[in-house]
């Protein structure tokens, strides 16, 4: 399985954007890179992922490398309520829906 | 829908004492999961189920049984609790069937406390 690699906390200034990397070096042609977050020890909830192109959505955008070795997650306009733990996971279908979870970056949004 | 539900919120249980965690989803969901969370670390695979019948055991399964008669159920059963199994326990739900790309939906959590 592909191992992921995040910094353990930043900081982010209320109505700025926050950017999280992740690196992913040893990533497969057929992984995905998934982002979930944990808001205060409620279950993780689903932000966005991809495979080699950018992507958005209503919560966030990534940034992935032309290389795929690493991404990164985009909350435009950061809000307390993003205050949370961001798990940056690599996906692939041979993991049959099992996900690796690491430590994540702990997102503390500051006013 | 309500999506993943998990019974109880919170338990405390005694050294030896045996436990159900109840888990359904109403997604029609074929993948289901047991995670369980130490403070301040991620989460851990205990056993997953790729449909009705079929379960498999996951990185730390000892200690924790399941079975899956229904899609839409998935128990965790704890036998003889140690306090080494204090621990926040999550359930998940996928729509799985082999698909490139498969979002998980957690349940809110069960908080058991072993003494």
């Known amino acids: 399985d592909a191992k992921t690699t995040q910094p353990t906390s930043m900081d982010c200034a209320e109505g700025r954007a926050a950017n999280l990397p992740c690196n992913h070096s040893t990533i497969s042609g057929n992984e995905y890179v998934y982002w979930y977050r944990q808001i205060h020890s409620q279950g993780p909830q689903y932000i966005i992922h991809g495979l080699k192109n950018n992507e958005t959505n209503e919560m966030a955008s990534l940034i992935i490398t032309e290389d795929r070795k690493s991404s990164t997650l985009i909350l435009p306009h950061a809000t307390l309520r993003d205050t949370a733990v961001y798990y940056c996971i690599v996906y692939g279908s041979s993991n049959t829906g099992k996900l690796i979870f690491g430590q994540g970056t702990t997102l503390q949004v500051k006013p | ?115």
Not at chain 2, 59 to 69: A, F, Q, T
Not at chain 2, 97 to 107: A, E, I, K
């Open chain 2, 1 to 115: 829908n309500a999506g993943v539900t998990q019974t109880p919120k919170f338990r405390i249980l005694k050294i030896g004492q045996s436990m159900t965690l109840q888990c359904a989803q109403d997604m029609n969901h074929n993948y289901m999961y047991w995670y369980r969370q130490d403070p301040g670390m991620g989460l851990k695979l205990i056993y997953y189920s790729v449909g009705a019948g079929i379960t498999d055991k996951g990185e730390v399964p000892n200690g924790y049984n399941v079975s899956r008669s229904t899609t839409e159920d998935f128990p965790l059963r704890l036998e003889l609790a140690a306090p080494s199994q204090t621990s926040v326990y999550f359930c998940a739900s996928s729509p799985g069937g082999g698909r490139l790309t498969d979002t998980q939906y957690f349940g809110p959590g069960t908080r058991l406390t072993v003494l």
